[in-house]
């Protein structure tokens, strides 16, 4: 029974957007699915549609605090955090009440084990249990590690997005190596895809040919889609919400991978993921400004840099360090 962190320190990556929209594609598949709010931001468990999250009671954090305290054994347990929420996952909600609970985290004595015994009951009752990571790599995220047994790592299309990829593999190796030898990487999942742009498309060029034959990285790739925005308000998954959109078939696609590389028999009916049409790059405005280049004159010659690193060898490189121990 695959317990997956959706984890990245990068903050708006897809990590949320992801939890939700997997979780419902691999709800649809046929499995039980639960999700877990591990962020105080409480963004997964508004998208789910559950309002009001400040007088949710208990939630993720109320049950990492009473662990933390010793605490855990008279109850509340998962189960009684556990919301059949509106948009049709069960989900442990969040709430400003987690990040109270990390501080407590930080003297306790299971402080790096806490969320895998709270999670523990829930194991037997689900098929997947899926951790949606705050954007830290701090205690919390190291629980999460500690309970999973795969990660997904969402990453932007996006240079700098991609740049950050060598601090979580170095967190995983170190997880790994002192935490939880059984922590698989089950794959990279490249997000907010902007096809219609060079750089958008390098970014992905690079991911895919640097980390062949290192790191999955799954063929799925979420492009940006106003829709997946709008879901989150109307505390939807896209499967409901636009069900024939490119991001729900994309969604149901990386739950197929997912599926897979968890060694999992079940088969979903996939259509290929469809080429971005004309009107769906319509619908986000390519924002193009035009200023005018000020007269300069020069103070000093600059020379350029002969080893100026190229985009792809200055980001491999800092993979590299981590990749042999990570994977
Ligand atoms: N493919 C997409 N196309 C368009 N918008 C998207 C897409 N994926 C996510 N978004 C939007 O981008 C924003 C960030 O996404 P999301 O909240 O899933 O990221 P996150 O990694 O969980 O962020 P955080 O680090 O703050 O937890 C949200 O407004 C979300 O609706
Ligand atoms: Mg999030």
Redesign the pocket.
């Known amino acids: 029974m695959p317990i997956i962190a959706v984890a ?1 320190q ?9 939890t939700l929209n997997l979780g419902a594609a691999l709800q649809e598949a046929g499995k039980s699915v639960l999700l877990v709010d591990l ?1 105080p ?1 409480g ?1 997964l468990s508004v998208a789910a549609g559950i309002a009001d999250i400040d007088t949710v009671h208990p939630s993720i954090g109320d049950l990492l605090a009473l662990t933390a305290r010793g605490r855990a054994s008279a109850g509340p347990f998962i189960d009684n955090a556990v919301v059949a929420s509106p948009c049709g996952l069960d989900v442990v909600p969040s709430n400003s009440a987690l990040s109270v609970a990390e501080l407590g985290l930080v003297s306790a004595l299971n402080r790096e084990s806490a969320l895998a015994s709270i999670l523990k009951p829930a194991e037997a009752k689900y098929d997947y249990i899926l951790i ?1 990571c ?2 830290s790599l701090g205690l919390l995220a190291i629980n999460a590690l500690r309970a999973a047994s795969g990660i997904v790592i ?1 990453v932007q299309a996006d240079f700098l997005a991609v740049q950050g990829l060598a601090q979580i593999f170095e967190t995983i190796a170190a997880v790994r190596e002192q935490l939880n030898p059984d922590l698989n990487i089950l794959g990279v999942l490249l ?2 895809v902007d096809q219609r742009t060079a750089h958008s498309r390098e970014v992905v060029k690079t991911v895919r040919s640097s980390l062949a034959g290192q790191v999955n990285v799954f063929d799925t790739e ?5 829709a ?2 709008e879901t ?1 308000k109307a505390g939807r998954s896209i499967l409901d919400y636009d069900t024939n959109s490119p ?1 729900a078939q994309a969604y149901r696609h990386l739950a197929r991978e997912v599926l897979q590389v968890c060694g999992d028999e079940a088969i979903i009916a996939v259509e290929p993921v469809s080429p971005t049409t004309a009107a769906e790059l319509l619908e986000l405005p390519v924002l193009v400004a035009t200023v005018p280049e000020p007269e300069r004159t020069p103070v000093a010659v600059r020379q350029p840099r002969a080893t100026a690193p190229t985009f792809e060898s200055f980001i491999v490189e800092e993979w590299q360090r981590w990749l042999g121990t990570s994977n």
């Open positions: 990245n990068k903050g708006g990556v897809g990590k949320t957007t992801t962020d931001q963004n949606d705050l954007p969402p997000t907010l979420v492009r940006l889609h106003v997946l925005k989150a991001s």
